[in-house]
């Protein structure tokens, strides 16, 4: 480990949503993650901080958090790119309620993920032969530009749309309903249509572009939920039923 | 709180103001340039058909695109939901309704020279 050099100044949320922010001193490394600071704080400082990580790497989409305000995925954030005059403030997940410290209850956002039509329903069975795709084909291309994405709920952290309107399904709920619609293999396609539309869907986006903006796998949400008004309206003159 | 309807009446409503807008423009610009006064204006509208569609048509789109427009920010502002919304949304349509109605009404009827 390199030298320990000088000290952070970490606030970090403590307790539910009616808690406040604790602050720390940290030993500042020239290499070093949020997600290590946040670990150090439990380890060395506090052991009942409560916190959510699991693969480190920027995979599992576990370790969210707000960091200066924004939302981000802290295991892939070094600290040196958000430290401000050597203080760093470190929440749990805006629109999503805390259940403790900087752990927040993941249920809302992927209850919404199925709401939307997110849930995969097979084409065909595996008695059946295998259908060719070409990948270069739109709908393919439309289809993979979304399947990248952890589920880490940054994008839904960053909706300004989903703080006014809980209803609103957000972003990734949003983008996998797209990914599903462009899939030749989803057997349910017009239904996600129908998914997006209600009072929750897709018609609330304002276009404000926070989701594409702070998505750490550079995926884009807004075009993918513009994609979805866009054949929304399609349908809607071509069944009028 | 914008569902596919509503979200279609705002688009469809827009699609109809956009060119009654630059018509309207277009007219303002040809009396003011032409020098008319308000009394010739007057005289020419109304009594038609034609300006009355024009301006009535406006009234009509402009009435429902600004009541779901202002539904939004209200919902997303105040967090009203349900049937107070829903009295909000047609409140607002229904006044932006009779206020365009009574000065289509002063505009365009009766008074043809």
């Known amino acids: 480990m390199p030298e320990e050099a000088e000290k952070l100044e970490v606030s970090v949320w403590r307790g539910g949503a009616d808690g406040a922010y604790e602050t720390f001193q940290v030993p500042a490394y020239e290499n070093q993650t949020i997600l290590d600071v946040v670990s150090w704080i439990q380890q060395y400082a506090d052991p009942t901080l409560t916190y959510r990580f699991a693969c480190r790497v920027g995979m599992c989409g576990s370790c969210a958090m707000m960091v200066n305000g924004r939302p981000r995925w802290t295991c892939r954030t070094h600290i040196r790119t958000v430290v401000q005059d050597g203080a760093v403030q470190v929440g749990p997940l805006r629109n999503l309620p805390v259940i403790k410290d900087l752990a927040a209850d993941m249920d809302p956002f992927f209850d919404k993920w199925v709401a939307a039509g997110g849930v995969h329903s097979p084409s065909a069975t595996r008695h059946d032969p295998m259908e060719a795709i070409d990948p270069q084909e739109t709908d393919r291309a439309e289809a993979s530009a979304g399947i990248e994405c952890i589920n880490c709920s940054v994008c839904y952290a960053a909706c300004d749309t989903v703080a006014g309107n809980p209803d609103y399904l957000g972003p990734a709920a949003l983008q996998r309903a797209w990914t599903l619609y462009n899939d030749a293999k989803h057997d349910d396609r017009v239904n996600i249509l129908d998914a997006v539309s209600g009072n929750g869907g897709c018609h609330n986006c304002h276009s404000m572009g926070s989701c594409t903006v702070y998505c750490p796998n550079e995926l884009d949400p807004m075009s993918a939920i513009a994609g979805l008004k866009r054949e929304t309206t399609r349908n809607f003159f071509r069944k009028r039923r | ?113």
């Open chain 2, 1 to 113: 709180m914008m569902n596919l309807h509503l979200y279609m009446a705002q688009r469809i409503s827009a699609l109809v103001m956009a060119p009654l807008t630059l018509g309207h423009i277009a007219v303002m610009i040809y009396a003011v340039q032409g020098g008319l006064s308000a009394e010739e204006i007057l005289g020419r509208t109304q009594g038609s058909v034609f300006w009355f569609l024009f301006y009535g048509s406006f009234v009509v789109a402009v009435s429902v695109h600004a009541a779901i427009g202002l539904r939004v920010i209200v919902h997303e502002h105040t967090g009203l939901r349900g049937a107070g919304l829903a009295a909000f949304t047609w409140g607002t349509g229904g006044l932006l309704l009779l206020m365009g109605a009574r000065a289509v009404h002063a505009v365009t009827a009766g008074g043809a020279s």
